[in-house]
Nanobody, 124 residues
Framework: AQILVQSGGGSVQAGGSLRVSCAASRYPYSSNVMGWFREVPGKEREAVAAIRIGDGTTYYSDSVKGRFTISQDNAKKMVYLDMNSVKPEDAAMYYC?????????????????WGQGTQVTVST
């Protein structure tokens, strides 16, 4: 069974907003880091944002800082990525990931669990 289950995403117009969600009910949520990554064909999967569960420390890549917000709902074991002022270059497959507390701000290799991916398409 999938450890991390994603929902949301889809199509959005440039300048608009979109949310992607990640349910981590089967994962030892409370002691770790949850992250969002994105991938486009031919490019490396890149870190977008991450949050340390509990203390709420966050990380954002420079490309999304000020536009995207990662948040947690500890009671529901959910993590969200709210994307605002979306740009065409934000179009990608987005993946939720879970890793140890040391994974904050690190590459995909620091994360051991992945969601199934959800496509975000940006129209102009």
């Amino acid at each position: 069974a999938q450890i991390l289950v994603q929902s949301g995403g889809g199509s959005v117009q440039a300048g608009g907003s979109l949310r992607v969600s990640c349910a981590a009910s089967r994962y030892p949520y409370s002691s770790n880091v949850m992250g969002w990554f994105r991938e486009v064909p031919g490019k490396e999967r890149e870190a977008v944002a991450a949050i340390r569960i509990g203390d709420g420390t966050t990380y954002y890549s420079d490309s999304v800082k000020g536009r995207f917000t990662i948040s947690q709902d500890n009671a529901k074991k959910m993590v969200y990525l709210d994307m605002n002022s979306v740009k065409p270059e934000d179009a990608a497959m987005y993946y939720c990931a879970a890793g140890p507390r040391s994974a904050l701000g690190r590459s995909k290799y620091s994360y051991g669990y992945w969601g199934q991916g959800t496509q975000v398409t940006v129209s102009t």
